[in-house]
Structures are given as C-alpha cells and as structure tokens.
C-alpha cells in the first residue's frame, strides 16, 4: 500500500459511505416509512437514500418558529430538458395535486416540485414513472441532470448531439431495483434478501461515487450550458459540413465551496483532449470510475472530481483515462465561446417550424394576477402541442412549431398576461437565482425571493446613469454551494446570513471565466451606495462598449489583488 493510500485508508469515510456500505439497493426503510399512516416524515439515514430517488426531505422555514412543516421536493431527470407535450403537461398536473402549484425549472434543465406532503409522494411519484418519465439519480452520489444546448432546436448537429446527451444519461444510471419496487410497485425491497444485500451496481460498485457528478454538452460559440462548471463536458466538433466528428473533453469543473474554508473553490474544468463519438460512452464511464476510485470519501467538502484533477494534475488524469479507455486522445481541436443565455422570443428553426423562447423569472412557473404563466404554458402546450425545453438560465423554449400557428401560440399566451416580445429587461433577462427561503435548508439567505427586487434598485441606478440598456450577468445564491452558479456571473451574490452577502465580479459573457470576491460581506442597506459606486466608475472608466465583467476583471481585479493580505 503506498504511503498517500495508506494515509487516506487511515481516516474515517462519512456516514454517507457507510450508508451505502451497508445497503448498497439504496432502499433504506422508505417504503416502509411511506406504508406507515401517521409518519410525516423519514428517518436522517432515509433522506440520503431518497437523494438517489430524487428526493429531499425539507421542511417550510418560514414556518419553523410553529414547529416543523416537514415536506418534500423532487426533482426530475429530464435529459437535454427535453419534454414532450404529455411530459410537460405531467408535470404542471402533478404541481398543482401535489406540490404547491409552482414549477422550478432548475439551472440544470430540470424541474423539482416543492411542498409535497408524505401523503401525496408515493401517488406522485408513481405517477411521474406511468408517464414514461423519473426522477432517478436527480439528486445523489451519482450522475446527475446531464444539460444540452437548449438551442437551435433542430439542425441535425443540435439533435444528434442532445441524443448523446440522452444516451450518455441513460448509459450512467444506477441499476439498484429499489426505485422501481417502491415507487412502481409501492414494496420495501426485502434487505435480508441475499441478492439485495450483496447487491453491487455494474458501474458505480457497492458504495458509488464519493459525490455527485455532472455533466454536460455544448455547441460552440453558444455556452448556455456553462460547460466548464461541469465536472465532464463535452464540446462537439464538426466537419466542413457541420456532421459531427467528435468531442472536445473537458473535466475537473465545479464550483460548490464553503465560506471560510479555503480547502473549497469554485474551478473551471480543464482541457483534456478530442475523440471520436463512437467513443463517446465508453470515455462518460471511465471518466466517472476515475472520480468513484480516487474521490475522497472521508471528506464530503472535498470530494468532488475537481479536487482530485485538482490534486493529481491534467496529465496524471489523462494518463490514467488514456490507460482505463485503452487510447489516446488527440490534441483538443479549435471551439471557442463566446456568449451564454437564452435566446428570447420566436425563431425560426433549421427544418422551418418555429421556436419560442420565454423568459420565467427565477425559473419559477406560476400564476401572478395579470400573468398567469403556468396556465399560458399549460394552455398552449394542451392546444398545439409542441414539444418543450427547459433551458439551463432556467428558461423555457416551446418548440416545433408550424410557422401557421405563430399568431395563434401568441394570442393564447397573451390572453394569459405573458408576452412574447420585449420579455423582461435585459438585466432581468441574463440573472438567475437559487430557490433558497423557504424550502432549501442549507440556505443563509434569501435568493428566489430577493433578486427580483435587487434587481429593481439596480435596473434604478443604471437608468440614473443612463446605463440601464446594458446587460449584466447577475447572479445570487443564498448559500457558498454554487447551485445558480454565481461564480461564472459578472455579478455575483452568495448569501452569508440574512440580509448579507458575499459579492463577487468580473465572470465574462462566455462564462468561460470565474469572478473573484469583491466584498466579503455587503449589507442589504449598503448596496444601493456600494453598487452605485461600482457602476459609476465601470460607466467612468470602461473602454467604449466594454462588459461589467471585463471591466471589473481589468479595473477591480488588480485593485483587490494590491490590497490582499499577503
Ligand atoms: Fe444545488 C445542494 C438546488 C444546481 C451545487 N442544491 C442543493 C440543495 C438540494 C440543498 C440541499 O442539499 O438540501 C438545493 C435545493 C433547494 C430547493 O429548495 O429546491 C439545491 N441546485 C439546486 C437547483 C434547484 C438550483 C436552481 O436554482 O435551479 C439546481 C438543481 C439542478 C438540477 O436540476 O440538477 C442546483 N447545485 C447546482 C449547481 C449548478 C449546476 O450544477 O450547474 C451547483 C454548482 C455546480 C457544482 O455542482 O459544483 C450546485 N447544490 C450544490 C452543492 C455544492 C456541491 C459541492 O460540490 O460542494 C450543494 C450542497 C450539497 O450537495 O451538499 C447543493
């Protein structure tokens, strides 16, 4: 046993690797929980099995003072963030059963329904599994959402390339019959079964990976996937006629930290090299078994692919894919970005029909007096149809559709208060935020509920300095985790305590580029001087068009580094 080995043996894997030592089917007692008329809730052990499922356990804070609410949110394994009309229309049904009437498209092109009660999780769950759909492996130590450029809809590359995202999906999920016997079947699966018991997953083995693991895809200039936060990405290279020929591999991305502990950063993934599709699968599961075999599993803080390329280095890692892969990659060929985002509004789509992009404020579908979202979208898909997308700046793209019922789509949506021209402003448009208050426990501060107001005061400081048509990436967390991935913003907001939060700038549009700490903490009631300030000198001192983000990263970024500790 070398040295670093025997050292690491030494320390005491989490709780979580007992865990899955000891029921490796991922059953836990959830289904005997379930049959269980007055239980509220799972036991803590339960809760980390029921990640697997796409399930967590929460409960409403807003309501802690009166004791807890327990509740639950799910959350979907959706592909690309392909969905089809039947699909789509599950989802929006099963919300307003069993949820509390909303929908979240999530920054990875999902959808997690929130405030389901235990009576209504079992009946929704079955339900979702009827429709052809599940939630295995959303959340958990395994392969999570894989994310595909949301657009262009159709060209033969964007649809051969969001088929590999399905494929590389479908390749890498846990085998356990656990999530088909209690949410199919509604039975605990019988743990003193000896098949159960020495039950070992053909790909993750007994214990699966340390941590979770994300993929994604990407067509070049467009980053809309924000590929390079992603523990492995995939970027497709063409031919002189635009047929696929390969992938850029890229690996190591991720941005979850925690404050003050300077062992977690956020980290853009590195370069690795090109291969040929054919590759493709066979390439997602070594990449993968390198993060189950060396990931640490003492640590959950620092257990992600990023620390171990992180650690090891970029050679050592492709070094050891070439040797599990059984070949060499060759040189990464050229793909360069240059934009993130959604495109708004109708489009026209390779084979002639139509896309429709629409804006959803902090991805969040539901009804408001005067703009009722939730039933627009379930009206429109109900009547024409088309197929949908959820994009990963928690948006939403209705697709395939005839160009004939163009003015129909956009009549219907506007019986429903919801534009289709001039959606949003352009700051509100490019920001995103994380649910946080009141349904996220690892929450410090508001996001969901509090950006859109930022966002008001900071759209009013920008139109006092006549700035206010200029996008800005903005981006807020109410946590270090990273889930709205305020690393890669120009502006970013990672709550601290309430009412105070970190602030980072200088991220680029391409999102190829992590920002850095601007403050350690802001208040509430100094943003409003703190941001003019800011803005004043990025209107001063900027280079004719020049971003927030570049400019931050030429002016600020030097200035910080002058006054940091040594
Ligand atoms: Fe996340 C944990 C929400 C994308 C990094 N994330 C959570 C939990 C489940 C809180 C918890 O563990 O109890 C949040 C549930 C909130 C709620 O009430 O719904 C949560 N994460 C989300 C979503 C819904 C945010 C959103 O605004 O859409 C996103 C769901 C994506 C999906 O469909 O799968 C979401 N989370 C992300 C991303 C962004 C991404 O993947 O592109 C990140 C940063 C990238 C990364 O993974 O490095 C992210 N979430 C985390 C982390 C930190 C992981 C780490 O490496 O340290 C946690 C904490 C954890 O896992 O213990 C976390």
Redesign the pocket.
């Known amino acids: 046993m070398s040295t670093e080995t025997a050292a690491s043996a030494a320390k005491k894997v989490t709780h979580n690797e007992e865990l899955k030592t000891a029921i490796p089917t991922l059953a836990g007692n959830v289904a005997a929980t379930m049959s269980d008329p007055v239980a509220d809730r799972f036991s803590d052990d339960d809760t980390q099995f029921l990640?697997f499922h796409g399930i967590?356990q929460?409960d409403d804070r807003d309501l802690r003072k009166a004791g807890k609410k327990y509740m639950f949110?799910i959350?979907?394994r959706?592909p690309g963030g392909v969905l089809a009309p039947d699909g789509y229309l599950t989802y929006d049904r099963l919300a307003t059963e069993y949820g509390n009437n909303t929908l979240?498209?999530?920054?990875?092109?999902?959808?997690?329904f929130?405030g389901v009660v235990m009576k209504g999780l079992g009946p929704l769950m079955k339900r979702i599994n009827e429709a052809m759909m599940d939630t295995l492996a959303?959340?958990g130590d395994v392969n999570?959402?894989v994310?595909a450029p949301a657009a262009p809809v159709t060209s033969t590359l964007a649809l051969r390339v969001n088929d590999d995202a399905r494929r590389v999906s479908e390749a890498l999920l846990p085998k356990t019959k656990a999530y088909h016997s209690i949410w199919v079947e509604g039975v605990q699966l019988n743990l003193e079964d000896e098949s159960n018991k020495s039950f070992v997953d053909p790909l993750y083995g007994a214990t699966y990976l340390p941590?979770?693991f994300?993929i994604?895809f990407a067509i070049a200039p467009v980053n809309d996937?924000?590929l390079l936060?992603?523990?492995l990405g995939f970027t497709a290279i063409t031919d002189a006629d635009g047929n696929l020929e390969g992938y850029n591999l890229t690996a190591g991305?991720?941005?979850?930290?925690?404050h003050g502990n300077t062992m977690?950063f956020?980290r853009l993934a590195d370069l690795i090299g090109f291969f040929k599709p054919e590759q493709l699968i066979s390439i997602a599961r070594a990449v993968l078994t390198i993060h189950r075999d060396f990931g640490d599993r003492t640590d959950?803080?620092h257990?992600?692919l990023?620390y171990v390329i992180e650690e090891k280095g970029v050679a050592w890692f492709r070094g050891e894919l070439e040797q599990r892969t059984g070949f060499k990659f060759d040189p990464a060929r050229e793909a360069v970005f240059t934009k993130q985002g959604d495109p708004f509004g109708w489009h026209r789509q390779a084979d002639g029909r139509l896309f429709l992009c629409l804006f959803v404020l902090?991805?969040r579908i539901k009804d408001t007096d005067g703009y009722r979202l939730k039933s627009a979208l379930r009206a429109t898909v109900e009547k024409f149809r088309m197929e949908v997308r959820l994009t990963?700046s928690?948006n939403i793209i209705l697709a395939n559709i005839p160009a004939d019922q163009k003015d129909a789509v956009t009549a219907l949506l506007a019986e429903h208060g919801v534009p289709v021209e001039n959606q949003g402003t352009v700051i509100r448009r490019a920001s995103?935020?994380?649910?946080?208050l009141p349904?996220?426990?690892?929450?410090l501060a508001e996001?969901?509920r509090y950006l859109p107001g930022l966002i008001d005061r900071i759209e009013a400081i920008l139109g006092e300095i006549g700035m206010r048509d200029e996008e800005i990436v903005i981006r807020m967390?109410g946590?270090?985790?990273?889930?709205?991935?305020p690393y890669a913003a120009e502006l970013g907001f990672v709550g601290k305590a309430p009412g105070r939060y970190q602030v980072w700038v200088g991220g680029n549009e391409s999102s190829t580029r992590l920002n850095r700490v601007y403050r350690e903490t802001m208040k509430d009631t100094e943003m409003d001087a703190e941001l003019r300030a800011l803005f004043d000198r990025w209107k001063s001192t900027r280079i004719g068009g020049e971003r927030f983000g570049d400019w931050a990263a030429r002016i600020v970024w030097p200035e910080l580094q002058a006054t940091a500790a040594p």
Do not use: W
């Open positions: 990640k967590y929460q949110m959350r979907g959706i979240r498209i999530t920054s990875r092109q999902s959808f997690q929130h959303a959340c999570r959402n994310m941590r979770k994300k994604a996937v924000d936060t992603n523990d991305g991720g941005l979850g930290r925690s977690t956020p959950r803080k257990a992600r990023k902090t991805g990963p928690q995103m935020a994380c649910p946080a349904t996220c426990g690892l929450s996001s969901e967390t946590c270090p985790n990273g889930c709205a991935r």
